[in-house]
């Protein structure tokens, strides 16, 4: 049963570049959602994709977007690349099917370093 | 506003020792599903526990137990008998919504827990 898989592992870029980062979600889960955890820090909440539309957004520009594919798997992209930008990116699955918020599963996530 | 605190940002027992972890939460829904995650040098949350807010049993797994209380807003989590393998970051987190839905989670700062031998 594979867990949540996402890629690269790492990756960097330099100010101004595009990104796109990728998830795949946990065997039986349909809602992907994404999360960007600077150092130290709890992760924060970007988006949740769920039957291939944005369903909820956090507090972040729309220099972040997203997609989801009719498999489930997703994509982050991420514009315009700042410093602070420079973060671990979490994808976590979950699904509907089931009564009350069941827990999301993580990913190892993807160090994204911008220089 | 939903905020979650964890207010021990480093902790450092000796194996053997047991250790609470703390944490606070704030929330104006009277629904709500509060968790906990581990997260090793690797990177990945592991999830732990997931207790709705109608929910106040405690619960034991292991050398893991957890104390839910709503009269504090508090939902500590216990290791006893800590071990080494128990190093890690501990992340409480929020999520609010009802039955069907899926809240985002909205996580605390989490604690570094560092277990010696």
């Known amino acids: 049963d594979a867990g949540v898989t996402q890629s690269p592992t790492h990756l960097i870029k330099t100010r101004g570049q595009q990104v796109t980062l990728r998830c795949s979600p946990k065997s039986g889960h349909d809602t992907v959602s994404w999360y960007q955890q600077a150092l130290g820090q709890g992760p924060q909440f970007i988006f949740q994709?769920?039957?291939?539309?944005?369903?909820q957004r956090g507090n972040f520009p729309d220099r972040f977007s997203g997609h989801q594919f009719p498999n489930y798997s997703s994509e982050l992209n991420v514009n315009a690349l700042l410093l602070g930008d420079s973060a671990l990116y979490l994808c976590?699955?979950?699904?509907?099917?089931?009564?009350?918020?069941?827990?999301?599963?993580f990913g190892d996530g993807t160090r994204l370093s911008i220089l | 506003a939903q905020k979650v605190t964890q207010a021990q940002t480093e902790i450092s027992v000796v194996e053997k020792e047991d250790v609470t972890l703390d944490c606070v939460y704030e929330t104006r829904d009277t629904t709500y599903y509060l968790f906990w995650y581990k997260q090793p040098p690797s990177g990945e949350l592991v999830f732990l526990i997931r207790?709705?807010?109608?929910?106040?049993q405690n619960e034991i797994s292991g050398r893991y137990s957890w104390n839910f209380q709503k009269s504090t807003s508090s939902f500590n989590f216990t290791i006893t008998a800590s071990q080494v393998v128990d190093s890690a970051v501990y992340f409480c987190?929020?999520?609010?919504?009802?039955?069907?839905?899926?809240?985002?989670?909205?996580f605390g700062k989490g604690t570094k827990l560092s277990v010696k031998p």
């Open positions: 987190a929020l999520s609010e919504g009802n039955g069907g839905s899926q809240g985002n989670l909205i």
């Open positions: 994709y769920y039957e291939e539309e944005e369903r």
């Open positions: 207790r709705n807010s109608f929910d106040e």
């Open positions: 976590a699955s979950s699904t509907k099917r089931l009564r009350g918020n069941q827990p999301q599963h």
